[in-house]
């Protein structure tokens, strides 16, 4: 009896096989996705804390709004924050626009940072959806994996007490018989808990990712929501100010 992989293989039914060969194809497809989304995380946050960079002077003491907005066109591509932050910027200043000699009155700023909340919040939830992109796929085979190698387990195990109770087929030799039709269905259940971990892990540290990102956008917008309040005060006072004015 030949206990290498290779010789496992060879010796394997074709259920089991077909089961080793589903598994394989679910472990790609894990790996795929966990590159597609190392490549997009990596990508979103690096530019995400660039365009933060750049946006800070631009809402500080003395705010251009006007520019904060068409800056986030720069960076909308590749910075889910970007996208996030533009959402706020433009619905506010379409706002102001719409009051006109009303942007002085408190409660209409109020009303309109309000609304500029809840898009922006709207925009979180679109964004994080996007970066989820196939984090289910992974859970569905991480909790999947254990129970296909089981059923290629199950149906090896059969095959072996058959062919333990057939002469024809080299039955009657006990447990050296049924041993080695047993080491080649526990093949099945070790791929299914191999790829299960492997998935898991992916899975684990996508997930801590896209939390970071979350809070990341939920800091940054509350921030925001702050800077257009303090900057909507500054347009009251009369202060001269760029952009949106």
């Known amino acids: ?96 626009h719409e009051l006109g000699g009303a942007a002085g009155d408190t409660v209409e700023i109020e009303l309109l940072l309000h609304g500029v909340g809840r898009s922006m919040e709207r925009a979180r939830k679109r964004e994080l959806a996007g970066l989820q992109r196939g984090l289910p796929v992974l859970a569905t085979i991480a909790s999947s994996a254990p129970f296909v190698g089981l059923f290629g387990t199950v149906f090896g195990i059969i095959t072996a007490f058959q062919q333990m109770a057939d002469p024809s087929k080299g039955g009657g030799g006990g447990l050296a018989t049924v041993s080695a039709g047993i080491s080649e269905a526990l093949l099945t259940t070790a791929v299914g808990l191999a790829v299960a971990i492997v998935s898991v892990w992916f899975y684990n540290f996508f997930t801590n990712r896209v939390d970071e990102l979350g809070s990341l956008m939920e800091d940054a917008s509350g921030e925001l929501s702050d800077r257009l309040l303090h900057g909507s005060r500054v347009m009251r006072t009369g202060v001269p100010q760029q952009g949106l004015a």
């Open 1 to 96: 009896m030949d206990f290498s992989l290779l010789g496992l293989w060879s010796q394997m039914g074709m259920v089991a096989k077909l089961v080793v060969i589903i598994l394989l194809g679910m472990s790609a497809y894990a790996i795929w996705i966990a590159i597609d989304r190392l490549m997009a995380f990596q990508k979103g946050r690096k530019s995400s804390i660039q365009y933060l960079q750049a946006l800070q002077p631009l809402i500080g003491a003395q705010p251009d709004f006007g520019q904060a907005a068409s800056l986030g066109e720069r960076w909308k591509k590749d910075a889910p924050l970007a996208r996030v932050i533009s959402t706020g910027l433009n619905e506010f200043g379409t706002g102001l």
